[in-house]
């Protein structure tokens, strides 16, 4: 009797531990699947970035940040969020868990494109004036390399594996080739005229990159570093995002005021999306349902529901968001914090639109 009660017993405590890991694992799942991805908005007139809860389509808060800021990068494995501020020249870290920046960071002269390695270790940086990419270590928020590339450096991107980094060059209507091991740059691929936007498809096969006078989408092969295919697109083609299937790319079009729904399996333009002024920035959800989109000329955010490429909300923020990267974050579950707003930038944006934007954004 007494082996058969401890038997029962351990048979019990065994299915009490089946049920705990089960419902650890649940939980799990529950957590991450609730979890709300908020996409944070650089307001280059504002001198700002608006964070926006795209479960309600709603400006939570308004951080604060330096002069110009243009790009934005989530880091995918942590609470961090990496702005660039073209006229200040230094990276504002945004900590999401008291949504607040929490260090600033010296660059090269006017950073404008960012993006973090796969296990966020690493941040890249593209120096506009200065034609380099800044690498930045997170673990000690220091530049360990400063990395010459072609000039006028805007968008960049990583590989899936962290092993290449894309930086596209606008003036040398060029591709710099990072390797990341080395901080070199061990290929140059010539696309369209001023390349603008970029991205890797989730293998790693393939780079897509939007030219912004040529009307053009480049997609080079990573295996051989060459142009595979070019695609005719909207005019004043700029930023780009694949999502994570590999099916489909969504592309800005800033002179038409549109976004083209590219099938890139077959290589062509399958919808076109009208939008809000001056379409730059373009982002994804994680569960692929909605593309957000940064209207520089209107002030404002198009959300797309992919399921019908139709716009089903437009969230006003700042003054000429631009937002080039991956500025949605998977990561957070609780709403931030709020945070202050900025004060009113136009003169610094003025100086910005005079020096930089005119000079490749018009055709």
């Known amino acids: 009797?007494?082996?058969?009660?401890?038997?029962?017993?351990?048979?019990?405590?065994?299915?009490?531990?089946?049920?705990?890991?089960?419902?650890?694992?649940?939980?799990?799942?529950?957590?991450?699947?609730?979890?709300?991805?908020?996409?944070?908005?650089?307001?280059?007139?504002?001198?700002?970035?608006?964070?926006?809860?795209?479960?309600?389509?709603?400006?939570?808060?308004?951080?604060?940040?330096?002069?110009l800021p243009c790009g934005v990068a989530v880091n995918p494995v942590g609470k961090k969020v990496y702005v660039t501020n073209a006229g200040s020249n230094n990276v504002s870290i945004i900590d999401t868990t008291k949504n607040k920046v929490t260090s600033t960071l010296d660059v090269e002269s006017e950073p404008f494109g960012v993006a973090v390695s796969p296990n966020g270790t690493r941040v890249y940086v593209t120096n506009i004036v200065s034609n380099t990419v800044s690498v930045i270590d997170t673990m000690t928020n220091t530049v360990i390399a400063t990395v010459p590339v072609g000039s006028y450096p805007q968008a960049v991107a990583v590989s899936p594996d962290g092993t290449r980094v894309y930086v596209t060059n606008m003036v040398s209507n060029s591709v710099s080739v990072i390797d990341t091991a080395t901080n070199t740059v061990t290929a140059t691929v010539n696309v369209e005229n001023y390349p603008s936007g970029i991205v890797v498809n989730p293998t790693g096969t393939k780079v897509y990159v939007t030219n912004m006078v040529s009307k053009a989408l480049s997609v080079i092969d990573t295996a051989t570093n060459t142009v595979t295919s070019t695609m005719t697109v909207g005019s004043g083609a700029n930023g780009v995002a694949v999502n994570a299937e590999g099916t489909k790319a969504y592309m800005a079009n800033e002179y038409t005021n549109n976004v083209s729904v590219i099938d890139i399996v077959n290589n062509k333009v399958i919808a076109t999306v009208n939008v809000g002024l001056q379409p730059i920035g373009v982002a994804i959800t994680p569960d692929g349902t909605k593309v957000c989109v940064t209207n520089s000329g209107s002030n404002s955010v198009s959300i797309i529901d992919t399921a019908t490429n139709k716009v089903t909300a437009t969230v006003k923020v700042g003054e000429s968001p631009i937002t080039l990267g991956q500025f949605i974050d998977s990561l957070s579950t609780e709403a931030p914090n709020s945070g202050s707003s900025g004060s009113n930038a136009k003169a610094s944006l003025s100086k910005y639109k005079q020096k930089n934007h005119s000079k490749h954004h018009k055709i």
């Open 1 to 67: 009797m007494i082996q058969v009660t401890n038997n029962k017993a351990s048979r019990g405590h065994k299915l009490l531990n089946i049920f705990g890991i089960t419902m650890l694992v649940l939980l799990i799942l529950v957590s991450i699947a609730g979890a709300k991805p908020y996409a944070y908005i650089t307001n280059a007139g504002s001198n700002t970035v608006s964070v926006i809860d795209i479960a309600t389509n709603k400006v939570t808060s308004t951080l604060n940040v330096g002069d």
